[in-house]
């Protein structure tokens, strides 16, 4: 006859390992493409940030020209960046 200590360790024991086999499969392999990530491109705008020495950051908001429009094929960093100002 099994006793009641000797039950609730084989309960334990299987509750355990059955949290470690979901917890490991939830890992996934990495092989294969994500089907969330779409490959989309990214267009971001480059430019200086004026003058570093004033302590306001509210002068930031103000309108200064100088900047570029970039475009990367992926929004990635290994993806090529393109300068595509006129």
Avoid: W
């Amino acid at each position: 006859m099994i006793n009641a200590a000797h039950l609730m360790t084989r309960v334990y024991t299987a509750l355990i390992l059955g949290g470690l086999f979901l917890a490991l499969t939830g890992c996934g392999g990495g092989a294969g493409v994500d089907p969330v990530v779409e490959a989309f491109g990214i267009a971001y705008v480059k430019r200086p940030l004026g003058d570093s020495s004033t302590s306001d950051v509210r002068t930031v908001l103000d309108f200064q020209p100088g900047g570029d429009l970039y475009f990367r094929n992926l929004a990635s960093l290994s993806a090529r960046e393109r300068n595509i100002t006129f």
